[in-house]
């Protein structure tokens, strides 16, 4: 049976290896029994498995990229102490193919050709692995050129891992003395990940970044301002449309940790600028010292600005147009007015808002009560802020994507967006959020377009916004659009998993299956769960009828729609019927509907499909039944023509299909 997985390949081989049989074959011989003694000891310690040997040679895989680097830099050790030769060892992370015990793929093939050109006694790695094991501090690379590598597309990138001293080909920065907290660690892993799509966001802007502040205090009680006060920094600069802001916040995890701010800043390539802050808070006063570098990391700019918190937006919005003057860059019609005229707000509601969103993203039905109760006390301490309903809004569309949406989600979130612009018709993120509620809930898809628009020309560093408009536009088969929306969203937010996750989705779509799993394995880069990537795995391999795999893939990610689909498509309608009895066990809700229709409708159960597909409070997901059902059957039906009308939608066209 195949099984596709990614994996970190180690080759390894003996250097001189021709020369040595030539002059003594006897001592070569034994000599290579040493080095596999030594190899499969210290791979069998570091959780790999040892797959094959190649005369001299060795292959071995490993789940983790850093337990391949830590089994290298052993087994070099060991090779230095116990054999009178020298080793090379390729490291690359990629995508492998594993059939009736042998191993294959382009993770192999770029592992093979990295080793071939690793220096006598060291470890070379791939761009993927460095990715992978940046910021640990234990682990130092050094950069050794693009490679143009035998039967590998395009340049790799190439590292050298350094068992000594860090690298002293790094410059000195004056900020080596700067610690800060894990996020850096991440945004480092980000950069690279950004630099490996090729992808060139509004060429004609300044591609700006802005590293999470520190605090003066480390252990202080106000550590949930850094998220907020970065992103409300964030906001106002991309209110510039000649800037782009890349936005790592809504990832970023604040976790106890150090390491030296030049971890970060070697891969920030594509950036033009970077702006790196600290925050002081006393009492109700805030403090904020800025830098702003460009990407060779040359301080440009330095200033202190202080405040009330109750000021932070017009304050945000000052240092936004401070630094599009240092830039020399021209704001826009209106732009000037819409960055620097927000009205002060009470530091209590302030509070109730970085609650409320903390709550919104642990995604689950308590917290979400508790979002709402944080928010409509907001509202009712000043129930004329713009901004808290804009953000309530925002907060409701999010919740209406779960499994289990509040019932009146939509409704609410609609309302919201409208009072929002009605107190400020210039909201970016009260017309995204309208915007949302027309594609998936009012079906009003004119109206939503004009909504996508208006926020992108009000706040086009909106990286949600671009999703949800992706998503439309595949609603409406604009699929290069989609492609093209997404990738900005991914562009501006490179951390957030769906950005890639459903980027992937998109190309399977599409039929460029190479391009989805180089989007898989960004995916498996950003989390590292394996889930997430096996998640994606199984919708391609039931694009590709490789339903074994789709089943064995979606078992272990619990993803009924996708197993069912595989054991029917498969024939195996035994287990297709004992699932679908599970799915039907369970309480029904929107979601529960959704997914009930779908496996109804691959077995030709017409009646089931349209009572789910027109259960009275639908799922937001409901429009794409017109994208997510292939079987003919259903499609002809009158009833799914009156589906469509109902939902304001056309008939759908035969010529992409995306299985949900």
């Not at 980027?503 to 799993?517: P, W």
Request: with cysteine; proline share 4%.
């Amino acid at each position: 049976m195949q099984e596709r997985q990614l994996a970190a390949i180690m080759f390894a081989d003996i250097v001189g290896y021709t020369s040595l049989m030539g002059q003594d074959e006897s001592n070569a011989l034994e000599l290579v029994r040493k080095s596999r003694e030594i190899q499969k000891s210290l791979i069998e310690k570091h959780h790999g498995k040892w797959l094959k040997e190649m005369g001299d040679g060795s292959l071995a895989q490993f789940k983790s990229a850093l337990d391949a680097v830590y089994c290298a830099i052993d087994i070099q050790e060991a090779a230095g102490k116990e054999l009178k030769a020298q080793l090379r060892i390729g490291i690359h992370l990629g995508d492998i193919t594993i059939e009736d015990e042998e191993i294959y793929g382009d993770g192999v093939n770029v592992a093979s050709r990295i080793e071939s050109v690793a220096d006598p006694g060291s470890v070379f790695i791939s761009d993927a692995v460095y990715g992978a094991i940046k910021g640990v501090s234990d682990v130092h690379a050094q950069f050794r050129g693009e490679r143009k590598l035998k039967n590998v597309k395009g340049p790799v990138r190439i590292y050298k891992i350094l068992t000594g001293e860090v690298p002293d080909t790094l410059p000195e920065r004056s900020f080596k003395k700067y610690l800060i907290p894990a996020i850096i660690i991440v945004l480092a892993v980000i950069i690279g990940i950004w630099r490996l799509t090729g992808f060139d966001f509004r060429k004609s802007s300044k591609t700006i970044l802005v590293l999470p502040f520190e605090l003066s205090e480390t252990d202080s009680s106000n550590q949930y301002l850094v998220q907020s006060i970065t992103e409300e920094l964030i906001r106002n600069l991309g209110k510039v449309s000649a800037l782009t802001v890349i936005n790592p916040i809504t990832s970023l995890q604040f976790q106890a940790s150090v390491t030296p701010l030049t971890d970060a800043i070697d891969r920030l390539d594509k950036t033009d600028y970077f702006i790196k802050g600290s925050l002081d808070v006393e009492g109700s006063r805030i403090t904020i010292e800025l830098d702003l570098f460009d990407h060779k990391e040359n301080k440009l700019w330095s200033n202190s600005y202080s405040d009330d918190l109750a000021r932070l937006p017009e304050l945000t919005g000052r240092i936004a147009v401070d630094i599009s003057e240092e830039l020399k860059v021209k704001l826009g019609s209106g732009e000037h007015a819409r960055i620097t005229g927000l009205r002060p707000i009470d530091p209590e509601i302030y509070e109730l808002w970085v609650k409320a969103l903390n709550e919104v993203y642990k995604w689950n039905a308590e917290s979400y009560t508790k979002a709402r109760i944080y928010l409509n006390e907001a509202i009712d301490k000043s129930p004329a802020d713009a901004r808290t309903w804009a953000m309530l809004a925002e907060a409701l569309v999010t919740m209406g994507h779960s499994d289990s949406p509040p019932t009146g989600v939509w409704q609410e979130a609609q309302a919201a967006a409208l009072r929002a612009l009605q107190l400020d018709s210039l909201n970016a993120e009260a017309w995204a959020a309208l915007a949302h509620s027309k594609t998936y809930f009012e079906w009003d898809y004119e109206g939503a377009e004009y909504g996508y628009h208006k926020a992108n020309e009000l706040n086009p560093s909106n990286a949600m916004n671009h999703y949800h408009y992706a998503w439309h536009l595949y609603l409406h088969d604009r699929l290069d659009e989609a492609i093209e929306e997404h990738l900005i969203a991914q562009e501006l937010d490179p951390l957030q998993p769906g950005h890639t996750y459903y980027l992937a989705s998109l190309y399977i779509s599409k039929g460029e299956l190479d391009k989805a799993r180089s989007e898989m394995e960004r995916v498996y880069r950003i989390t590292s769960d394996s889930l997430v990537y096996l998640s994606m795995m199984g919708r391609l391999y039931l694009e590709t009828e490789q339903y074994d795999s789709a089943i064995y893939a979606f078992k272990k990610v619990q993803n009924n729609i996708g197993l069912g689909k595989a054991y029917f498509r498969k024939g195996d309608i035994e287990s297709g019927m004992k699932l679908m009895q599970k799915v039907n066990s369970y309480p029904i809700n929107p979601w529960r509907a959704w997914v009930r229709a779908q496996l109804y409708a691959e077995i030709d159960s017409l009646d089931r499909f349209f009572e789910y597909a027109n259960y009275e409070q639908p799922h937001a997901f409901f429009p794409w039944f017109r994208k997510a059902i292939s079987n003919p059957k259903v499609i002809q039906d009158p009833r799914f023509k009156q589906l469509m009308d109902k939902m304001n939608l056309p008939m759908p066209e035969r010529d992409d299909w995306l299985y949900f």
